[in-house]
């Protein structure tokens, strides 16, 4: 019976310090986990740096594309569709039937299709800056947070009969877009506004598909514009990334050069990195 007795006793006594060991091991990472990021900190899914669909074969931009601060099963709030646009129609049009129009079509670098502008415009050199835009609008020309990426690329193809003398990738924010317009708050008026961060793409591709690639503290004002604060696409800690309202390819002749500017140019594969 001792010997029995002897034998339990020591059975209880390995058992509490097994449990009371346990015990330790689960405090001690439980402390851990409120020391360490939050489980809802959002980390990007799979493609949701994508911006386009051409590979889907449509114009929408991605729903699931991954915005700052947002969980990864976030859906903009209300997805745009790349689009043409022409705010100078007295001076020039798009092409949007026939076999030279623009929009989504075939023969994109990565995906089936790409998305390609068309269209002709007449410079006066009058003091109106008349160009074409291919745009591209996260959440339909209302704020996208950008501050999870460092950069942008995409396939880029200026045409052999692309003749703009003006090329420039940009990326507009609210402080670059006039105050009314487009949820902007450039307080200047049109013609110090649409100075844009930007990148000069004016020596073309040579007719063949190129890769751009564009980090966000290399995008630049190129005018003599508006001058938001602060100065820099990046800078206060991403205020002007925070305020992203479209992504931007312009063709003209930036009242530089008279007469009338052929635009071709072809993109595909946009993506954030």
């Not at 564009?214 to 100065?231: E, I, K, R, T």
Request: glycine letters at 10%; hydrophobic letters at 35%; one cysteine or more.
């Amino acid at each position: 019976m001792k010997s029995n007795s002897k034998k339990s006793s020591s059975g209880l006594g390995i058992a509490a310090i097994f449990f009371m060991a346990f015990g330790m091991m689960v405090l001690f990472l439980g402390w851990g986990c409120q020391n360490s990021a939050p489980s809802s900190v959002p980390v990007p899914g799979p493609n949701t740096n994508r911006v386009d669909q051409f590979n889907a074969g449509v114009s929408a931009i991605n729903p699931n594309l991954f915005e700052n601060s947002n969980p990864p099963t976030y859906v903009l709030k209300s997805p745009g569709a790349v689009t043409l646009v022409n705010n100078f129609s007295a001076y020039g049009a798009l092409i949007t039937t026939g076999p030279n129009a623009g929009g989504l079509v075939p023969g994109g670098y990565v995906s089936a299709d790409c998305f390609r502008m068309s269209g002709s415009v007449t410079d006066r050199l009058d003091g109106t800056f008349p160009a074409l835009d291919l745009e591209v609008p996260m959440e339909n020309y209302n704020f996208y947070d950008a501050n999870h990426f460092t950069g942008v690329k995409f396939y880029l193809k200026v045409a052999n009969d692309d003749t703009a003398f003006h090329r420039v990738f940009s990326i507009p924010v609210a402080q670059t877009v006039p105050l009314g317009t487009n949820n902007g708050t450039c307080p200047a008026g049109p013609k110090l506004c649409y100075d844009h961060f930007a990148a000069d793409y004016s020596g073309g591709t040579g007719g063949q598909w190129l890769l751009s690639n564009y980090n966000f503290s290399d995008l630049q004002q190129l005018q003599s514009g508006y001058a938001p604060v602060p100065s820099t696409l990046t800078g206060n800690n991403g205020q002007n990334l925070a305020q992203v309202l479209w992504l931007q390819w312009e063709e003209g002749n930036n009242n530089k050069r008279p007469g009338a500017a052929n635009v071709d140019v072809y993109v595909d594969d946009i993506e954030f990195f």
